[in-house]
């Protein structure tokens, strides 16, 4: 993917296997967000094409992808403001659904999954943090994916957040959806990616079992200068 002249994509290549969770790691700026837009159909890239369930994808529109069954999260959560968290989960469900009553009864069933249930008619606006991050993993789940990209999805919780956190990915991942996370907390990616891929300057510079990954020389030469995230228990 070029931005001007700038490669911020160049050249990475990933196959993802059905059910796996993958860890995507790099650097800020290594260029996970736009490999991550690339995907989804949130922007075209310059180059390449994506696959994805046996469909070439790589010019189709975000609600193609959505239908095909691959949600996402955005690093900046994007939520209606000043619609209720329930109408939020709704605009998901709305994919799978025509009808508002199908709609809500799918979006209480995710509500309920994700523990929102009790701020179900709270104004989305009116959400910290860590509820605004759970929010818009419901409301991608409420598509009903096959594939989730979660992008930062736990960055800004405390420990105790990001724990429920790593317990709803499992419970996700439980349901036979295929997940794909970027997250700077190095044990988050070791307790629960089965593969860690490693962005560095738009190009996937290593991947395979998360602790030797993470021991490798040139990840850890990536990372010089930048922050390896861990958190104290
Ligand atoms: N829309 C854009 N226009 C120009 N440059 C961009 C745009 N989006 C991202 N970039 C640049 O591309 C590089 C990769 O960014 P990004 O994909 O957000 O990295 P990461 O998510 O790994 O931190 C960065 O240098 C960033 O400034
Ligand atoms: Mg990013």
Do not use: W
């Amino acid at each position: 993917m070029v931005f001007g002249g700038f490669r911020a994509v160049d050249g990475a290549s990933l196959s993802i296997e059905e059910g796996e969770i993958i860890g995507l790691i790099g650097p800020n700026g290594a260029g996970k967000s736009t490999f991550f837009n690339c995907l989804s159909g949130d922007l075209l890239p310059t180059e390449g094409r994506i696959r994805f369930a046996g469909t070439d994808v790589t010019r189709a529109t975000p609600e193609a992808h959505a239908r095909l069954g691959m949600a996402r999260t955005f690093q900046m959560p994007v939520t209606f403001e000043d619609m209720s968290v329930a109408d939020n989960v709704m605009v998901g469900a709305f994919l799978r659904h025509g009808h508002r009553t199908a709609a809500r009864r799918a979006a209480d069933e995710v509500l309920a999954f994700t523990g929102l249930d009790r701020l179900a008619e709270s104004r989305a606006g009116s959400l910290g943090t860590p509820g605004r991050k759970r929010l818009e993993i419901a409301r991608a789940l409420a598509t009903e994916p096959r594939l989730l990209l979660l992008d930062e999805a736990l960055a800004g919780l405390t420990p105790t957040e990001i724990r429920a956190a790593v317990e709803l990915v499992r419970r996700i991942k439980a349901r036979g959806i295929t997940i794909v996370i970027v997250e700077h907390i190095m044990e988050v990616i070791l307790t629960l990616a089965e593969r860690a891929v490693v962005f560095h300057q738009g190009k996937v510079i290593a991947q395979g079992v998360p602790r030797e990954v993470m021991e490798d020389k040139a990840v850890v030469a990536a990372y010089l200068g930048h922050h390896m995230k861990r958190v104290r228990q």
